[in-house]
């Protein structure tokens, strides 16, 4: 089988920080610009090279298009032939992986799924983000008992608050949360 040299960006001191210190739930909560979106992206393919089913998801349609578009360019060596469905915004990888790509504005068509990894980018975006998360979003990691990724510029005491807070409650030995200013990149 040939092999295969994929690129995946170099983590900066920050987001190192979130690698080395990563749990199942991880609430990550940064000012703009510190690559939340490049530490998600590599987490999502990291994950479907294992050849498990993985998913993505942004509070609207609009703020996952560019993600989709960076996600195709970083995966492109990887990516199986005819493995792009535009419409659905799904992709395949050569390793069997499906990575899907969701807004949370239809949040409930993602019910049925199962996934080893979830990306919640923009959480504290999501008005609805604890109703996400509790009903629809956590049960598709029971199959692979997967993790997730809540990532977002912090915005008032909202349900990101709320999943912040859990990380930073010893008791809850499966969350973590870290928070970083821009200047860390």
Known sequence: MPQISLKLRRPHQGQATIYKGMRRFNVISCGRRFGKT??????LL???LEGL???WASPTYKMLLEVWRDFLQLAAPVIAKNGIDKQNKRVT???????DFWSLASADSIRGRKYRRFIIDEAAMDSA???????????TLADYKGDAFF??????????WSL???????????WASFQMPTVTN
């Open 164 to 174: 912040f807070q859990l990380g930073l409650d010893d008791a809850q030995g499966d």
């Open 53 to 55: 089913p993985v998913a």
């Open 129 to 139: 983000l604890l109703d996400h998360w509790n009903l629809v979003i956590r049960a």
């Open 46 to 48: 990291e994950a479907a």
């Open 38 to 43: 490049i530490i998600g992206t590599n987490l």
């Open 93 to 99: 990888l050569i390793t069997g992986a499906v990575v």
């Open 151 to 160: 990532l977002s510029t912090p915005k008032g005491r909202n349900g990101f």
